[in-house]
């Protein structure tokens, strides 16, 4: 799996838009782009993934370059219940090869 | 909304007692997972298991761990002889097929003492 780069901390003001970056230049065309956050030690939650193109659901956004070196996750209008840390994980899609590879992630703290 | 059930929310165990974690993944879901995060560490991938039969593990997941579905609800994790070091946060993990999104269960929080 490739390796991703998050910065370690971030702030952001409730209401205003959070975007997150995600290095991961080395990824290969069949890894996944997935987001994960944990809040304070709970179970990982599942935010979105991608391939290529950029999505959408009702938590936020994904945004990958044309390049698919880098990626940004959108939480488009942050409150104080989305402070967690927030995990870029590339995941290959071959068959037995269905872990998750957390790394340390950004720590999003959302200011009142 | 479905999820995954995970139970005791913490256990404490004595060095050397052989414990077992359960859970209950979501019920169409096919693959699942545990994980474990040691405190004030990375969440790390212990073992996958599709099909009944374990389809990944890490290195974590030695002879003393094993992994189970003993009928159509269940899976377990089975840590033989505990050591201190298996204190951690234990998360089991399920997913409808691969490369879609896991649901993660709350948690059992394991205290070797």
């Known amino acids: 799996d490739a390796k991703t780069t998050q910065p370690t901390s971030m702030d952001c003001a409730e209401g205003r838009a959070a975007n997150l970056p995600c290095n991961h230049s080395t990824i290969s065309g069949n890894e996944y782009v997935y987001w994960y956050r944990q809040i304070h030690s709970q179970g990982p939650q599942y935010i979105i993934h991608g391939l290529k193109n950029n999505e959408t659901n009702e938590m936020a956004s994904l945004i990958i370059t044309e390049d698919r070196k880098s990626s940004t996750l959108i939480l488009p209008h942050a409150t104080l219940r989305d402070t967690a840390v927030y995990y870029c994980?590339?995941?290959?899609?071959?068959?037995?090869?269905?872990?998750?590879?957390f790394g340390t992630g950004t720590r999003l703290t959302i200011i009142p | 909304e479905p999820e995954v059930t995970q139970t005791p929310s913490h256990q404490v165990t004595q060095m050397g007692q052989e414990v077992i974690l359960r859970c209950v993944p979501i019920s169409n879901h096919l693959y699942f997972y545990w994980y474990r995060q040691i405190l004030g560490q990375k969440v790390e991938f212990l073992v996958s298991?599709?099909?009944?039969?374990?389809?990944?593990k890490s290195e974590i997941f030695d002879d003393q761990f094993s992994v189970e579905r003993p009928d159509g609800s269940n899976f377990t994790l089975k840590i033989r002889s505990t050591k201190l070091e298996d204190s951690a946060m234990y998360f089991c993990?399920?997913?409808?097929?691969?490369?879609?999104?896991?649901?993660f269960g709350q948690g059992t929080r394991l205290t070797v003492v």
């Open positions: 994980i590339a995941v290959i899609s071959n068959f037995g090869n269905e872990k998750l590879t």
């Open positions: 298991f599709y099909n009944n039969e374990i389809s990944e």
């Open positions: 993990a399920s997913s409808v097929r691969r490369n879609t999104e896991a649901f």
